[in-house]
């Protein structure tokens, strides 16, 4: 019914840039915040970065400054660009969004399948 579907991941060198998109599609009627958050190898699931529907941003610390989080609500879509990646930004990347479906007053939470970031020399 609803997918979330991210691009982009890859290996990168440090310094390097990978630009992250995630597209929503099925039947919504509405997406509230969009969420990246990653998850290292031995490590919890952590918060990059968010927006809310009125594009207002918010960053991890150890990301400020380097990725940049964007949407177009027009093709339900959220970006992550990243630059100046370092050796420990490597991991899966996960696409988050909260939203409401059609012909229900229900508030979703859904998860997209996960890209990998590399970054190493």
């Known amino acids: 019914q609803v997918q979330l579907v991210e691009s982009g991941g890859g290996l990168v060198q440090p310094g390097g840039s990978l630009r992250l998109s995630c597209a929503a599609s099925?039947?919504?009627?509405?997406?509230?915040?969009m969420d990246w958050y990653r998850e290292a190898p031995g490590k919890e699931r952590e918060l990059v970065a968010s927006?809310?529907?009125?594009?207002?941003?918010t960053y991890a610390d150890s990301v400020k400054g380097r990725f940049t989080i964007s949407r177009d609500n027009a093709k339900n879509t959220v970006y992550l660009q990243m630059n100046n990646l370092k050796p420990e930004d490597t991991a899966v990347y996960y696409c988050?969004?909260?939203?409401?479906?059609?012909?229900?007053?229900?508030?979703?939470?859904?998860w997209g399948q996960g890209t990998q970031v590399t970054v190493s020399s």
């Open positions: 988050h969004a909260n939203l409401w479906k059609y012909y229900s007053s229900t508030y979703y939470s859904y």
């Open positions: 927006i809310t529907s009125g594009s207002s941003p």
């Open positions: 099925g039947s919504i009627r509405s997406i509230n915040t």
